[in-house]
């Protein structure tokens, strides 16, 4: 009994040969092509191939602008531009050329979001300014050109974040100054105050 046992243990344990299954992964899966005009998909077997539906010819290249064609309409353009007097968008505005989005303006040109200016020309975001040039988010300015941020300033030019300046140049977040001069608050306005009435601004 127990020998039996022994050979039955023994004997050997024979592997499954049998043939299996498996997915093929050298054929190629069928080609996909959409058709242009109803916007189908055909599955097309693989060694064929689906006829595309014929393309539409392009249309005609426009004529190329020759340099002096091109110069010609751009100073048409200008000449257009600078003999318009419209101020779109603006409200009361009085004697105003090409202003824009501008309120209760008088004599001013070219400006953009002006308020309660006079005698303004190309100033964009200013308010209560009278004879500035050129000027941006300036506020009480008096004959002014190239500034910007700034507050108070008099006969300034090319002067940022400046207040309560007179006849100053090029200066930058600076205060109570006289021809690039630094002054106290009491001194420069009575300096101020004698050249106004000397200088007639």
């Known amino acids: 009994m127990a020998g039996t046992r022994r050979a039955a243990r023994r004997q050997p344990k ?13 054929r190629q899966a069928p080609s996909v092509r959409p058709v242009p005009e109803r916007g ?3 599955r097309a077997p693989p060694g064929r ?23 010609n309409e751009y100073q048409r353009l200008l000449r257009e531009f600078g003999e318009a007097a419209d101020n779109p968008g603006s409200f009361s ?16 040109q070219g400006c953009y979001r002006c308020t309660h200016c006079t005698g303004c020309q190309d100033c964009s ?10 000027c941006h988010g300036c506020a009480y300015c008096v004959r002014s050109s190239n500034c910007s941020g700034s507050s108070y300033l008099t006969m300034c ?16 977040k600076k205060d109570f100054h006289i021809l690039n001069v630094s002054y106290g608050k009491t001194e420069y306005f009575r300096i101020l105050k004698a050249l106004r009435e000397e200088m007639g601004f």
């Open 14 to 26: 024979y592997l499954d040969l049998q043939p299996r299954q498996f997915l093929d992964t050298t």
């Open 40 to 42: 189908l998909v055909v």
């Open 49 to 71: 191939e689906v006829l595309r539906a014929p393309e539409k010819p392009a249309a005609p290249a426009a004529p190329a602008m020759s340099r002096r064609q091109f110069e």
């Open 93 to 108: 505005c009085q004697g105003c050329r090409q202003c824009a989005n501008c309120m209760f303006c008088v004599d001013c």
């Open 125 to 134: 975001h200013c308010t209560h300014a009278e004879d500035c040039r050129t």
């Open 157 to 172: 030019h090319s002067c940022s974040d400046c207040t309560y300046c007179l006849g100053c140049v090029g200066l930058q």
